[in-house]
């Protein structure tokens, strides 16, 4: 993976859904940080592999700030493992769904995720077809 293609993806799904011009944070932690966060905020123990946390009411405006997501590059290891892919397409594929979760999009049930992964995948092969 690049130094900058975490961010160069973030801003490529902004701009690609039309919010070019909020800012947002992205973390890539571990699983243990993961783990914690993932107890503290959805109540659930253990890693996952992404959680995204809205800010974008917090601070309206130019400035605006979208959210913060945080993924998982021991989860993205051992799924790329799993599933036969470069860990840099599974690890940017989390971000993607992170960011596409703070823009609106839900996988709660199967329209909206078969929706949400569509969206993401067609977003992730247009960012990596452009490398």
Do not use: K
């Amino acid at each position: 993976m690049q130094p900058g293609e975490v961010a160069a993806l973030a801003g490529f799904v902004l701009r690609a859904e039309g919010r070019g011009e909020v800012g947002l944070s992205v973390s890539v932690v571990d699983d243990e940080t993961m783990a914690a966060l993932h107890e503290r905020y959805s109540g659930i123990a253990g890693p996952t592999d992404v959680l995204a946390f809205p800010l974008e009411d917090e601070v309206p405006g130019p400035e605006a700030l979208l959210g913060e997501v945080v993924v998982s590059a021991d989860t993205a290891a051992r799924e790329a493992e799993a599933r036969g892919l470069p860990f840099a397409r599974e690890l940017l594929l989390y971000v993607a769904h992170g960011v596409l979760h703070l823009l609106g999009y839900d996988d709660h049930d199967e329209e909206e995720r078969n929706r949400m992964h569509a969206r993401q995948e067609e977003l992730l092969d247009a960012f990596l077809g452009g490398r």
